[in-house]
């Protein structure tokens, strides 16, 4: 893993580059995978270094997907913030996370919550672990009510 004494800034500039890798997706806990495809994606800063932006493209069961996840790390509240949007997972919804202020810099990962029907919202969180500078797993966490947290979606990366 890189140095967890780094600023997140670090981090990001660390991880900017063109990656590639699997997109695992799960809809039940505790059951095999729905579908595992090739994901193919580009990482990059934007506004002015002080964000990260991860641009992909993949398949569902043979059907193009693609979405961008932007990141970002809010130093005076030492808040990591994520959006999220894909054509396949949330359709025509952005996704806003947030980690509670205070969190520590070395972790990079944020709640939010989607509709799951008309009347109940689930949790979801997206944690990105840098395991070195050219490997990288993204795993989104589906959280049902009164649960923690069980794999969504989850994608392990290597840089080009």
């Known amino acids: 893993m ?14 900017v580059g063109d990656w590639t890798g699997s997109n695992t997706v799960y809809f039940e806990p ?10 193919q994606g580009s ?35 030492k808040e990591c913030l994520m ?5 396949f997972h949330n359709s025509n919804r952005m996704l806003h996370l947030a980690s509670a202020r205070g969190a520590n810099s070395d972790m990079i990962s944020a709640n939010g919550e989607y509709p799951a029907d008309e009347t109940v919202n689930w949790g979801w969180r ?13 795993t989104h966490f589906n959280i049902p009510p009164g649960m923690d947290g069980v794999p969504g979606v989850i994608w392990e990366l290597k840089k080009k």
Do not use: C
């Open 2 to 15: 890189l140095n967890a004494q780094q600023d997140p800034h670090t981090i990001f500039t660390s991880l």
């Open 30 to 39: 505790d059951k095999p995978a729905v579908d595992t495809a090739e994901v």
């Open 43 to 77: 990482i990059r800063l934007i506004s002015e270094g002080r964000l990260l932006e991860f641009s992909y493209m993949s398949t569902f069961k043979g059907k193009p997907i693609s979405g961008k996840l932007i990141i970002s790390y809010d130093e005076k509240y």
């Open 83 to 87: 959006t999220w949007i894909d054509s």
């Open 126 to 138: 997206i944690e990105v672990l840098p395991k070195d500078e050219n490997q990288l797993t993204i």
